[in-house]
């Protein structure tokens, strides 16, 4: 009867610390999620806002329907501007630099996404000398901090005259140490029988490497495709440094251009800063199936 009751007891402590784990754990993410989202959605209202409003009260919370409009996205869209009292064609480069944006991401993130693959499962799937001294030094060269990198990638670029050229903001990026590091570790936990059974079928290891092994590490180039979109198109610093045309500007680079001494341009600026939003959130649904499973298994295998 007592060791019941010492039963009863230790099962009620317990699911009174699990009731308020769960409660402190609820509230601290309702917290992160204000935060978060605060910034996000004082943007979203500014740009239904006037510019000389914006100017006057910058970025606030004040969703008051009375001074919300349209006409900044009315610009965006058809390069009219409402001035004064009435609409005055003003054209702005906009959907050029969207246009950069989009075809600069798109080919980064699939020459890195497959270079990275084939070094992964080099490092990964065969063995041989110096196999983990290679690995070091991929690791290693996480540590170095990019800013560093800066000044002998510009002069490497200059010598190959890739200067104002597409390939010479590419190249820098497309074998990156940390996406090396994550699609090995998700494929260390990939069994190697695969290889012999495909070569026992008469498989090239070509053959192998992407039609046997690549279709089983989906989940990781779920992951990877949105963390390095989303690294490609919100970097500024490095396509700065190499484009010289104005045409060939990416939208950070571009949005940066509104804001001069003489004037700020916040109609077209904040409007454009939401609209930008569009393709990573679509690159997001259209991979966030795979997106858990790859950095959970990435984080677990090894």
Not at 149 to 170: D, F, R
Not at 261 to 286: E, H, K, M, Q
Request: glycine share 8%; aromatic share 14%.
């Amino acid at each position: 009867m007592a060791q019941s009751i010492v039963k009863k007891q230790k099962l009620h402590s317990m699911k009174t610390q699990g009731t308020v784990a769960t409660t402190l754990s609820l509230l601290l993410f309702t917290v992160i999620s204000i935060l978060v989202l605060y910034p996000l959605v004082a943007a979203l209202l500014a740009s239904f806002r006037p510019g000389q409003e914006l100017m006057r009260y910058g970025l606030n919370f004040n969703p008051d329907p009375k001074g919300l409009t349209i006409n900044n996205y009315i610009y965006l869209f058809t390069q009219r501007a409402f001035q004064g009292a009435e609409w005055v064609k003003v054209p702005h480069r906009y959907f050029l630099w969207y246009k950069n944006s989009v075809m600069l991401t798109f080919i980064s993130v699939v020459c890195q996404l497959l270079i990275c693959y084939v070094v992964a499962y080099g490092l990964t799937m065969y063995e041989y000398k110096l196999k983990n001294v290679l690995f070091f030094i991929v690791i290693a060269t996480m540590m170095v901090p990019g800013v560093i990198l800066m000044l002998p990638m510009y002069q490497e670029i200059i010598s190959l005259h890739l200067i104002n050229k597409t390939a010479g903001v590419i190249l820098p990026g497309v074998c990156s140490a940390s996406t090396i590091f994550f699609f090995r570790q998700f494929m260390t936990g990939l069994p190697k029988e695969l290889l012999d059974a495909g070569r026992i079928d008469g498989a090239n290891e070509y053959r192998i490497c992407f039609t046997i092994m690549m279709p089983l590490v989906k989940p990781a180039f779920g992951a990877m495709a949105i963390l390095s979109s989303m690294g490609t198109w919100n970097d500024m610093l490095w396509p700065m440094l190499v484009y010289r045309d104005a045409g060939k500007f990416t939208l950070p680079i571009g949005l940066n251009t509104l804001l001069t001494p003489y004037g700020n341009n916040y109609d077209l600026l904040i409007a454009g800063s939401c609209f930008s939003v569009v393709p990573l959130l679509i690159i997001f649904f259209a991979f966030q199936r795979y997106f858990i499973g790859g950095m959970t298994a990435g984080a677990v295998k090894g």
